[in-house]
């Protein structure tokens, strides 16, 4: 989405001093182990300040506080409904009871404490994806509980996201390649030309797609992920899915493609003009040994930066994308949830939002230190 | 300074980025233009009215000018008045009250039937209310009777909606059959001059008709067509050119700007602040920005001052920063640097007057460039519902002809197309100067 400039002095978070010492050399796996163990706290530890922080932004007008009483009172309300004694009662005693429970109930769970502590209560149930329940939605088993709503929609994002981060990811890694081989040629131009696109966001692309494809032509689904009735035999339904997934994933890599050419392309350029190609050249390695072993490889540490904080902005970008495609996935529940303000829903996506970041750093952070030799030697 | 004009100068021999400042300058004109004529209290009371201010205009019409590509030509809206020049008024008195007959008359030469047609009466009667027969004259004289009753102090005729006149006309809705040709087997316009008679009958003296107007709505409309509530899309979308320029504007120049700052105070002063401000990058990196803008535009104000205040807070520790750190920390080590501190030049003198100009090449791209994604990020917003509550704005056009109005499904592509568009144009805009100008101060990509 962002256009991000090719950052030459990229920063690697990784050691910057290299000691050459053998003596001191312990296995690669153990420095690798060593190296994700350290991002993996670093990364919690802003995790949790990010879902503070949510939690924060979101109590500013008592919204969390709410969240909470809402949850009291439906509990308290189907413990009574249950019970015998308090059904014979008259309505006047009966709701007396009731504000009596609740209340009583409320200073259990703490919400006569001040909002520090109160806060704490909630991050600590954030962070055990203990979200509460929905105001009115309910997953496809029809729970009213935060947490299974978000594990149904789960699938659909990642299965969007996997598909087209691969594609993409892989996709444009072998174009720059091929266009950093033969720059200033035809095709080269064309894509340079054509990285201004990307400034448009993926939904934006899906617009088109959809206007093109299935209003027009009538090729593909308008959106879903699947037609209803589903087809009976396992192939066909995964043909089906396939076919829904064409234009989302299409839209998503057309976002993203070009820019992500460009700046790869960029970054290849200025390592094959480094001495030891020239050597190597020199020496008569084949054009492929020289792409593959001299310039992807010192160069896929950066382009695994630059991809990192590309899928960073894929994600949340991903919402209105599901929501114009109709995608069952966390962004149009998203989306849903804004529409009914079903607070507890609109946190609790939030925050989910804020792990499965986390989780794209750290992946990329692992698959970093794998290719990275400078963490592989260990400092 | 003289580099930067320099840059300038050299920006002008890159075609692209002639293209560019020219789509820059053209959507500045029209901006101010805008908000000249259409002053903002004018665009939000006509945004926001309702039948009163529209009623005349067709529903969900694509614009006029598509009439030149189409062999068959659409209607444009007819709308006959008591006060026409030509509308013929003749009166005669009763014992008590009066009978008149208007005759209104119009040439229709469009291929295709119109959207409505519509007959609205106002009058003034104190018990016995006034009688109105409606008679249709075709160009080849026949005589249709539309309706004939007693009519209330607003009262408007609906001929579309009309199902007896619909029988009398061979089952053909009434828009299409009264301008049909009976001779033809298929639905053929009659082109030339109708008539519409209207017998009004009071039965008080004081009785009168102050208005009496007849509206063909038609099937195109204006410069940019008319969306589901019958509002003309030119407000819209002119006014949608000064709200994104504003908002990526003055985003991607306070997050910029504000960026450099914090990474030239890091680099300066060092230590803790330093540590402080790429600690507060990473965590800001794991937030999802997006979010918490939609929670924002939930919980507290949709104003799009308040989600642009957001914007900026939320964009100032990204990656940006990290790469303008990367600079300063050669810079600082430059002797021109170590000069300045050898004659006790102060720090804010040192950050202001020496780190900071000089990084301003670099900066200028990334300002440009950041632009698009800050004008797609408030129609992103805008198309989730959260736009600004009462300004149009491109976003909001888009979310309302993709959700309520259902333009993909029922083919009223103009009415997405037009806001895209132009979000296209104005990201093209910037992006095609942005990306000469990182060739023009990026010396590393020069020879790419």
Partial sequence: ?379 | MQGIIKGFQQLLKYPSAVIGLALILILFVVSILTVIFIPRDEAIRLWRGGEAIWGQNPKTVPPAWTNLFRSKKLPETIVLTLNDEATQTEINERSEGENRIIVYSFNYTADEAPQDVVFSFTSRYATRNPFVSIFWITPDGREIRLMEQGINYNFSYRATQDTKLSRRLGGLSPEIGLFDNPETEAVDILKGQYQIVVDYITFENDSSISKADVILHGKVYGLFGTDHQRRDLTIGILWGVPIALAFGLVASFGTSIAAIIFAALGVWYGGWVDELIQRITEINLNLPVLSILIMIGTFYSKSITTILGATVLLSIFSGAIKSYRAIFMQVKESPYIEAARSYGASSSRIIFSYLIPRVTPLLIPGLVLGVPSFVFLEATLASLNLGDPVLPTWGKIIYEAWGTGGAVYNGFYYWILEPAILLIITGLGFALVGFAMDRIFNPRLRDI
């Fill in chain 1, 1 to 379: 989405m962002s256009v991000t400039t090719p950052d030459l002095e990229a920063p690697p978070s990784v050691p910057q001093e290299q000691t050459t010492s053998p003596k001191r050399k312990t296995s690669t796996f153990a420095r690798v182990a060593k190296y994700t163990l350290l991002k993996m706290v670093s990364i919690f530890l802003s995790v949790i300040i990010a879902v503070y922080l949510t939690i924060l932004i979101a109590n500013m007008g008592g919204y969390v506080d709410q969240i909470v009483r809402g949850q009291i009172r439906e509990f308290i309300g189907q413990q009574l409904r249950a019970d015998q004694n308090y059904q014979q009662m008259d309505p006047a005693a009966k709701n007396e009871f009731f504000l009596a429970q609740v209340e009583r109930a409320e200073k259990r769970y703490g919400l006569d404490k001040p909002f520090a502590v109160r806060s704490l209560t909630f991050l600590w149930n954030a962070i055990r994806m203990d979200f509460g329940t929905a105001q009115l939605m309910a997953s496809d088993t029809g729970s009213r509980q935060v947490k299974l709503i978000i594990l149904d929609r789960l699938g659909p994002t990642l299965l969007l996201v996997g598909a087209s981060n691969l594609l993409l990811f892989f996709g444009s890694i072998a174009l720059a390649l091929m266009l950093s081989r033969s720059y200033g040629n035809f095709w080269d131009k064309l894509i340079i030309g054509f990285s201004p696109t990307s400034s448009a966001p993926s939904w934006f692309y899906g617009l088109f797609l959809i206007l093109l494809f299935a209003a027009v032509l009538r090729w593909l689904p308008f959106g879903g992920m699947i037609d209803s009735p589903p087809p009976r035999d396992q192939l066909g339904y995964i043909l089906n899915v396939g076919k829904h997934l064409i234009l989302p994933t299409l839209a998503i890599i057309l976002s993203n493609l070009f820019i992500s050419i460009y700046n790869w392309r960029t970054f290849f350029l200025i390592y094959s003009s480094e001495d030891y190609v020239e050597m190597a050249k020199a020496k008569g390695l084949s054009d492929r040994d020289i792409q593959y072993r001299y310039i992807l490889r010192p160069t896929l540490p950066t382009i695994i930066t630059s991809f990192a904080l590309l899928v960073i902005g894929l994600w949340t970008g991903l919402i209105l994308t599901e929501g114009v495609f109709q995608w069952p996935g966390l962004g149009r529940t998203f989306i849903t949830a804004i529409g009914l303000y079903d607070t507890p829903v609109i946190v609790a996506l939030t925050i989910i939002y804020a792990y499965l970041l986390a989780i794209t750093v750290f992946v990329l952070d692992f698959v970093y230190a794998l290719v990275d030799p400078r963490v592989k030697i260990g400092s």
